[in-house]
Antibody, heavy 117, light 110 residues
Framework: EVQLVESGGGLVQPGESLRLSCAAS????????MHWVRQAPGKGLVWVSR????????NYADSVKGRFTISRDNANNTLYLQMNSLRAEDTAVYYC??????????WGQGTLVTVSS | QSALTQPASVSGSPGQSITISCTGT?????????VSWYQQYPGKAPKLKIY???KRPSGVSNRFSGSKSGNTASLTISGLQAEDEADYYC??????????FGGGTKLTVL
């Protein structure tokens, strides 16, 4: 059974940094593209970033480009999202998701990031 | 990277059918048969219901079906049940390694 467990969320002030983690199990982690998707409180889903199986290719939404960095550790089956220069509008639940072709077939439970002074 | 357009809410009575639309552009929905649909209960993670416009993952009820015409995709739920009450999101590959989601539709079963 696929399991994705996010951690690392919390309350930070504007301009600060935070690193999210997503521990994966139940599948061959290194064989799959992985994504981050976020959801602001009471709002819809927004795609954030993706990374390929060996970590050599990444893509980002315009809203986070230059501030967020996605990475992975295949030895430890863990996905990361380094978030710098955080803004109030980055406040959201962040989900990691496994992709099969072009659809998100497994999701974690999410971790809440709150950016507020 | 503008969000796909979905109605904010739809409703139906048990046993009826409802359809949720998802309108994008020629750069996303119109260019790729890579639209997927997700069901989300409050406080829970989304769950895949339809992928590649009209395909159902194993275990998803055949009451859920998808289609696409031009820049608009649709999710139809037939034989509406109380357990179908949730938020529904469409998503499309948007090219250049990016994805876009719809704003979400709240389905109420009357």
């Amino acid at each position: 059974e696929v399991q994705l467990v996010e951690s690392g969320g919390g309350l930070v002030q504007p301009g600060e940094s935070l690193r999210l983690s997503c521990a994966a199990s139940g599948f061959t982690f290194s064989s799959y593209w992985m994504h981050w998707v976020r959801q602001a409180p009471g709002k819809g889903l927004v795609w954030v970033s993706r990374i390929n199986g060996d970590g050599s290719s990444t893509n980002y939404a315009d809203s986070v480009k230059g501030r967020f960095t996605i990475s992975r550790d295949n030895a430890n089956n863990t996905l990361y999202l380094q978030m710098n220069s955080l803004r109030a509008e980055d406040t959201a639940v962040y989900y990691c998701a496994k992709v099969n072709a072009y659809h998100f077939d497994s999701w974690g439970q999410g971790t809440l990031v709150t950016v507020s002074s | 990277q503008s969000a796909l357009t979905q109605p904010a809410s739809v409703s139906g009575s048990p046993g009826q059918s409802i359809t949720i639309s998802c309108t994008g552009t020629s750069s996303d929905v119109g260019s790729y048969n890579l639209v997927s649909w997700y069901q989300q209960y409050p406080g829970k993670a989304p769950k895949l219901k339809i992928y590649e416009v009209s395909k159902r993952p194993s275990g998803v009820s055949n009451r859920f079906s998808g289609s696409k015409s031009g820049n608009t995709a649709s999710l139809t739920i037939s034989g509406l049940q109380a357990e179908d009450e949730a938020d529904y999101y469409c998503s499309s590959y948007a090219g250049s390694g990016t994805w876009v989601f719809g704003g979400g539709t709240k389905l109420t079963v009357l």
